[in-house]
């Protein structure tokens, strides 16, 4: 990219010469390459930073020097249409809060009462109509159409459990509270999921249209009918969403591993 730009700075001060342009585009090129090789130096510290941190996690001495992978890896396992909810137990915030219940209620020999449902994720619909007071018989719900509604409400833990004193109280409450976070959470993360798959069909079908503009740019070029500055042009713009399309890649890999985290790194996402 900096190469191309590099090009364009001196078609411009040849076009300067000539009296075809102006001498600001040319400044405002060189602003743009001293950019572009400012991103440049960016990228590297990142690559070198990220490079010493994969080195400290495998045992190795943090010098940078670690060969990696020329491509991202490719994802092509489809998320599951549904998640048992058990597998959140795995957090460490609903971890710590459901053994504060079963401390809490130890004894009155009611730790039983703060298992979880046998319940499942869904990530296709939205969230099913389901009584509160029944949430722990139902056998189902959904995730994906927001939080509109308490999923534990205090009427509804007093109707599964016998409260005894303040910190019994206490602990439910932060244990209903964890479980609403880590909901909302995975939710979120579905929906980052789902909205970076669509951002990546756009990018896509932009790539399409402009590696098309491209090859036609350079035909016009080789017979005369087109500069080589707006070739230049055509493909800065090819480059740019080349760079967008792997970002996005990135992003996707990232929201992937966020869900993966928010369910509690179940088995079920790899």
């Known amino acids: 990219m900096i190469g191309a730009m590099e090009q364009m700075q001196e078609i411009n001060a040849f076009r300067v010469q000539v009296g075809a342009a102006k001498e600001s585009d040319v400044v405002q090129l060189q602003a743009q390459v001293v950019k572009y090789e400012e991103n440049l130096l960016i990228l590297q510290y990142s690559e070198k930073d990220v490079k010493r941190s994969i080195e400290l996690l495998v045992g190795r001495y943090p010098q940078g020097v670690i060969e990696l992978a020329s491509a991202l890896p490719e994802v092509e396992e489809a998320i599951p249409s549904e998640i048992p909810l058990s597998y959140l137990v795995n957090r460490p915030d609903i971890m710590v809060s459901q053994y504060a219940v ?62 005894q004193n303040q910190f019994q109280q206490q602990a439910v409450t932060l244990y209903a509270k964890s479980y609403l976070t880590a909901l909302d959470e995975v ?61 996005l890649d990135c992003e996707r890999l990232v929201n992937r591993i966020n869900l993966y985290q928010s369910i509690g790194g179940a088995a079920v996402l790899s």
């Open 102 to 163: 079963e401390k809490a209620f130890y004894e009155l020999e009611m730790t039983k009462a703060s298992r979880w449902p046998s319940l499942s994720l869904s990530s296709n619909g939205g969230w099913g109509n389901i009584p509160v007071l029944n949430l722990i018989k139902t056998p189902l719900f959904t995730v994906g159409g927001g939080l509109v509604s308490p999923i534990f409400t205090w009427g509804a833990i007093k109707s599964n459990i016998e409260i």
């Open 187 to 247: 939710e979120g993360n579905l929906l980052a999921l789902k909205t970076v798959d669509q951002r990546i069909e756009k990018s896509e079908e932009a790539l399409s249209y402009l590696g098309r503009t491209y090859e036609l740019s350079q035909v016009q070029f080789r017979v005369g009918n087109e500069n080589m500055f707006t070739l230049l042009q055509k493909q800065m713009q090819l480059l740019n969403e080349q760079t967008n399309r792997l970002n």
